[in-house]
């Protein structure tokens, strides 16, 4: 996440750690299906990170979010099913 939000020159990577690190938090888990915000809070907080930033700032990340909204519940829900049945058959019977 860090490669793909900071400038070449590896400047500003100080400045846009804690917007990294509050996205990997409110980010949902495909193990858990929850967020580690929700987890350890309770509740998810507002973003503040996509309120109104520059266009040209963190591109690669609003490319990213962007084909993960596109994905269906159908996507997230076949990962859950592979997941489940790969634990399931490690499980001694």
């Given at each position: 996440m860090l490669r793909?939000?900071?400038t070449p020159n590896q400047t500003d990577w100080v400045a846009k750690l804690p917007a990294i690190e509050f996205?990997?938090?409110t980010s949902r888990s495909e193990?858990?299906?929850y967020s580690p915000f929700l987890l350890n809070t309770?509740?998810?907080p507002r973003a503040m990170v996509w309120n109104n930033p520059a266009k040209d700032e963190y591109?690669?990340?609003r490319?990213?979010?962007q084909k993960m909204k596109?994905?269906?519940a159908h996507d997230s829900l076949e990962a859950r099913v592979k997941q489940t049945r790969h634990?399931?058959?490690r499980r001694p019977s």
């Amino acid at each position: 996440m860090l490669r793909a939000c900071i400038t070449p020159n590896q400047t500003d990577w100080v400045a846009k750690l804690p917007a990294i690190e509050f996205a990997v938090n409110t980010s949902r888990s495909e193990s858990t299906g929850y967020s580690p915000f929700l987890l350890n809070t309770g509740r998810v907080p507002r973003a503040m990170v996509w309120n109104n930033p520059a266009k040209d700032e963190y591109p690669s990340v609003r490319v990213y979010a962007q084909k993960m909204k596109q994905l269906s519940a159908h996507d997230s829900l076949e990962a859950r099913v592979k997941q489940t049945r790969h634990a399931t058959s490690r499980r001694p019977s």
